[in-house]
């Protein structure tokens, strides 16, 4: 076995993990490890992905209830959440995420502690369950009489013929006031959690988005879509904008409320953190109501300085520009003593990533501001754009488990609509070099040669070990302890291991240090006892050597 | 508010559930497939479904949690799931070479009525080297997971239990969800009896293992599948556990079919009824309990007497699985603590009878509450001044909201260190628990107290 990864061994590690599976799922999982030949025009390799899990294998993915709920509206504080279904699928998605939230008052609402769910029993498999869904509402109402109330549908919903949405319009007109919206995120729909964020992103655009023209005060306002605030992480990113001088009017949807998503139309900018998760809603408003969308990253010091440039230079004003370039200053000053000092304990060491829709790139930027190099990564929901880059979307081929996901048909509000920038602007922005919806994807900033894999599974992760022994690995909690028996360290990037935040500036500092922290704790040293002497455990354990 | 005609259907106040104090069947069919050595749980639905429970029963246990899926399409969900569950028993055969796959449904797979039965006699027909395949019929949409964990022991039982074979252990202990330590401690008392037993399931090494020399594919732990196979040669059953369904009660079913005598036990928490767990040992081993637990057993009572001055006349919420709920009041009536406010989320035909029944000392309490949730505590709460909250962590906000501390028990403990091994059961696990409620009243006094003292 070899103690250290030497670059070349992605070629041998791809053949040895084929060997062992049957010639279909070979096949399958060829096109899904892919090794990152860049070419000489920087075009990286196709990749396999949003491709259905093999049955029997051991998968990172979740289900589009998990995607809808959990994700994309769970953050938000004020729509009350009904889950229609058996008891389970409410339970484990109660405030498991850890997504924070600072409402306005201490009596504003903050339904994230609470978890409704219809509790569907077997009377009402056989029966239907809508009756019990309507009273479930009429609680709600008596209860908290909330600005918006979303039911989240589970796997049987749909089956037993449950119609949320027409259980939704009857109940809105009982309750004018009240916002009352269905979800159709049956377990079973889609690949992974992916087909929820979609189904999430179309009802609030068109249920949601666009109900209130009241912008927020300030005169360079802007959204943040796909930020969840982990660990606190949209409040580092509102500290650091506003200290900027820009007014973020919503966030998509970390400590974000319903008023901010039905003004959201009114800004003048989206710009957009996890692709993945959220495109769908950038790309709607963007032709419904002419606002331009760009890409962002808040994860990485450097990368949070580069994004609050661009959205200066989005608004042009010389002042904000100089004030931006003044807080970063001022903020890297203090983050580059933590970077100097953990560098020079962490330079060399090796990481694999294997998270998320965006987070398995975006956490490459911090690990490689302490001279750490991400030497594997893959993305457990993500699609090929999120990969090779956006260009790619007109050649991605639709399988039947992404066409049952609807795609809207949206066109220009013939009131609302206005371009926020003039064609003249916009071509020099494009001379500029300063793109628009620009997602480049995750395989074009990884290093040639780096390894690549999709919907990384048990087995595999195993195997990668074995081969790669990387000095960390980051995932989520069902592959924490498989790493950490191996004397690997692990750091969870879905719930941060409840720590955070790890965005913007302040959360770089965090991480710099949790890194070190984990990649430096001698208790794996602990592992071999003093009677063993077994050669073998050093090669396994060599990360520590 | 909802209509009066499911109004009644509930023992609480609303239709709709807000704050669960239950989980889904098959999450308990998987935490007991875990307790057999070399089998794998496979759920039968969405992927989804084993992603929330692995991800859920490992924040609790801290510890790998493999379950494999069969991964509905949504034209699975239409024309049933005959052939994912083919594909994703050849691939955790594969991979896993279990000796055992455990298959727990969903409610998807239940409402379109997939007969899994079926499938797996179907299955094992072209593939007549399959590991032996356990079904357990575990729709969420009927009982908790408390089901479903009964339901995989009966499942596990009826279907490997032989009666062509050999010579089996002399005990069969069926255990309830119960902690890591809990299953380690049960070993212990078996063990002193100087008889074979077979403890089912035995997850105390397989859900809490060490850290490892090689990758394990498999857990090391668990049920011998040989044990299980000769359940039925045993002289004596003690199932732990009084709430399970006649009909799904594994030692019920040793009963019926292999005559085997039944010990039906509350789980052993407390005096009262750890006395009588022992009491079943030694009539069915015929052996007299070893001075060790005799000695733990006087310690423990050294001990009430000690602390009583403590815990005598205050007032706990207790909340969680029935046989959990049923034993914890026996013991807290045992040392002087009244529970006014006891909560199961499932519903129960004798959760109330049962206890009634376990309380011998005190009154019995106000509220007796099944099929309930948290909030429906939370505002009953009010009324009751609780002085301590006993149970698992999604309880913790009654704790926070009545600023009272919470003593945390049973499953799920997700924000304390060691919650998968918490010691309930035996003298021992009295004693354990004894410390810990003392202590968090104790330090509620000294935080009041306006002296600060250290005597306290």
Redesign the interface.
């Known amino acids: 076995m070899e103690d250290q990864y030497t670059p070349g061994m992605e070629e041998d590690f791809k053949a040895e993990i084929l060997e062992k599976y049957?010639s279909k799922?070979k096949k399958k999982r060829s096109r899904q490890i892919v090794i990152n030949n860049i070419d000489d025009n920087g075009d990286v390799p196709q990749i396999h992905a949003n491709t259905?899990?093999?049955?029997?294998?051991?998968?990172?993915?979740?289900?589009?209830?998990?995607g809808c709920k959990g994700v994309v509206l769970g953050p938000t504080r004020d729509i009350l959440q009904?889950t229609h279904?058996?008891?389970?699928?409410?339970?484990?998605?109660?405030l498991?995420r850890r997504n924070q939230t600072r409402p306005e008052t201490e009596t504003s609402a903050n339904y994230m502690?609470?978890?409704?769910?219809?509790?569907?029993?077997?009377e009402?498999?056989i029966f239907g369950g809508e009756?019990?869904l309507?009273?479930?509402i009429?609680?709600?109402v008596?209860l908290f009489n909330p600005k918006a109330i979303g039911i989240f549908s589970?796997?049987?919903v749909g089956?037993?013929g449950d119609d949320v949405h027409a259980v939704a319009r009857e109940m809105e007109a009982k309750y004018p006031h009240i916002n009352i919206f269905g979800f159709s995120c049956?377990?079973?729909?889609g690949v992974?959690?992916s087909a929820g964020h979609h189904v999430a992103n179309n009802k609030v655009f068109t249920d949601v988005v666009g109900l209130d023209d009241t912008p927020k005060e300030g005169k360079f306002r802007f959204n943040i879509l796909g930020e969840y605030n982990i660990g606190g992480d949209a409040f580092e990113i509102e500290r650091v904008v506003e200290k900027c001088g820009l007014t973020l009017h919503s966030t998509f949807s970390g400590n974000s409320n319903y008023q901010e998503f039905v003004s959201a139309h009114t800004v003048d900018l989206n710009t957009v953190m996890c692709h993945r998760s959220i495109n769908y809603l950038a790309e709607m408003m963007e032709t419904k109501y002419g606002i331009p969308w760009f890409k962002i990253n808040f994860i990485g010091a450097d990368a949070t300085a580069k994004s609050l440039l661009k959205i200066a230079q989005f608004f042009g004003d010389k002042d904000l520009i100089a004030q931006t370039q003044k807080v970063i200053d001022e903020e890297m000053a203090k983050v580059k003593v933590v970077r100097d000092e953990v560098k020079a304990r962490c330079e060399g060491k090796t990481a694999a990533l294997f998270v998320g829709g965006s987070r398995a790139h975006h956490y490459q930027e911090l690990f490689a501001e302490i001279g750490m190099k991400t030497i594997a990564a893959g993305y457990e929901f993500a699609h090929r754009d999120d990969y090779e880059g956006r260009k790619v979307m007109p050649s991605i081929v639709v399988d039947?488990?992404s066409r049952?996901i609807e795609e809207l048909t949206v066109t220009a509000d013939p009131e609302r609509y206005k371009q926020r920038k003039s064609d003249a602007e916009m071509e020099q922005f494009k001379k500029d070099g300063f793109a628009f919806e620009d997602y480049t994807g995750m395989m074009g900033d990884m290093e040639n040669k780096a390894l690549v894999i999709d919907d990384l599974n048990?087995?595999e992760l195993?195997k990668l070990?074995?081969h790669m022994h990387p000095d960390i690995i980051c995932a989520?909690?069902?592959e924490?302890?498989?790493v950490q028996?191996?004397?690997i360290p692990m750091k969870q990037l879905h719930s941060y291991d409840y720590m955070g935040p790890f965005a913007g500036f302040e959360g770089a500092i965090n991480f710099y240090k949790e890194i070190d922290r984990l990649v430096h704790s001698k208790v794996f040293g602990l592992?071999k006892a003093p009677w063993?002497t077994?050669p073998?455990?050093s090669g396994?354990y060599g990360w520590n050597a | 508010?909802?209509?009066e005609a499911?109004?009644l259907e509930t023992n609480h106040a609303?239709?709709?559930?807000?704050?669960?104090c239950?989980?889904?069947a098959?999450?308990g069919a998987c935490f007991a497939f875990r307790g057999v050595e070399g089998c794998i749980p496979?759920i039968h639905?969405?992927?989804?479904?084993a992603?929330?429970?692995?991800?859920?029963g490992?924040?609790h246990f801290?510890?790998?949690?493999?379950?494999?899926?069969?991964?509905?399409?949504?034209?699975?969900?239409i024309f049933g799931g005959k052939q994912?569950?083919s594909?994703?028993?050849?691939?955790?055969t594969?991979?896993y070479k279990p000796s055992v796959v455990g298959i727990a449904s969903?409610?998807?797979s239940?409402?379109?009525g997939d007969n899994v039965d079926m499938y797996i006699s179907e299955y094992k027909k072209i593939r007549e080297d399959a590991p032996a395949l356990i079904y357990a019929a575990t729709?969420?949409?009927?009982g908790?997971h408390m089901d479903g964990y009964h339901e995989a022991l009966w499942a596990l039982v009826k279907t490997l239990t032989d009666p062509e074979a050999e010579k089996g252990n002399a005990i069969n202990l069926i255990s309830g969800f119960v902690s890591t330590e809990d299953l380690r401690e049960l070993h212990a008392i078996l063990s002193s009896f100087g008889l074979s037993y077979t403890l089912l399931p035995d997850y105390s090494e397989s859900l809490d293992?060490g850290?490892?020399?090689?990758?394990?594919?498999m857990p090391v732990g668990g049920t011998p599948v040989a044990d299980i196979k000769a359940m039925g040669k045993a002289e004596a059953t003690i199932y732990l556990g009084k709430a399970v369904k006649q009909e799904r009660n594994a030692g019920y079913y040793l009963q019926n079919e292999f005559d085997i005598p039944l010990y039906s036990l509350d789980l052993p928490i407390g005096i009262e009824l750890t006395d009588r767990f022992f009491e079943a040992l030694e009539e069915a081993t015929g052996n007299p309990m070893p001075t060790y637990w005799a000695k733990a057993r006087s310690r423990l009572v050294d001990a009430y007497i000690d602390g009583h001055k403590y815990c005598s006349g205050k007032k706990a919420i207790v909340y969680g699985d029935e046989d959990f709920v049923c034993a914890m009041v026996s013991f807290l009536d045992e040392i002087g603590i009244s529970t006014p406010l006891v909560a199961t989320g499932a519903p129960s035909a004798s959760f109330k009878k049962r206890i009634k029944a376990l309380v011998r000392n005190g009154e019995a309490p106000e509220e007796i509450l099944d099929d309930t949730d948290f909030?429906t505590m939370l505002e009953l709460a009010g009324g009751i001044k609780p002085e301590l909250v006993i149970g698992n962590s999604?309880g913790y906000?009654l704790a926070r909201n009545l600023h009272i501390p919470h003593v945390r028990c049973s499953f799920p403990i997700h924000d304390r260190i060691g919650g998968q091994r918490v010691l309930h059961l035996g003298y021992r696990g009295a004693l354990h628990l004894f410390d810990e409620i003392c202590n968090a009243l104790m330090q509620a006094k000294q935080e009041a107290a306006h002296s600060g003292y250290t005597y306290i």
């Open positions: 049957p799922l259905r899990t093999t049955p029997g294998i051991l998968t990172m993915r979740g289900c589009s209830y998990a009904i279904g058996p008891i389970g699928c409410g339970f484990y998605s109660w498991t502690p609470y978890a409704m769910s219809t509790d569907l029993q077997e009402e498999i009756k019990k309507k009273a479930a009429d609680e709600a008596a589970t796997c049987p089956l037993i049956e377990g079973y729909k992974s959690q039947a488990d049952n048990h087995y195993e070990i074995e989520g909690i069902k924490k302890y498989v028996k191996q004397g592992t063993e077994s073998e455990l396994l | 508010m909802g209509s499911l109004k609303y239709v709709s559930n807000r704050n669960s239950k989980l889904c098959p999450l496979l639905g969405s992927q989804g479904c992603t929330y429970i692995r991800r859920y490992i924040s801290r510890e790998p949690i493999d379950i494999a899926s069969s991964n509905f399409t949504e034209t699975s969900a994912n569950l594909t994703a028993l050849d691939n955790v594969r991979q969903t409610c998807l239940e409402t379109i729709p969420s949409y009927s908790s293992g850290s490892w020399e090689d990758y394990q594919k909030e999604k906000y």
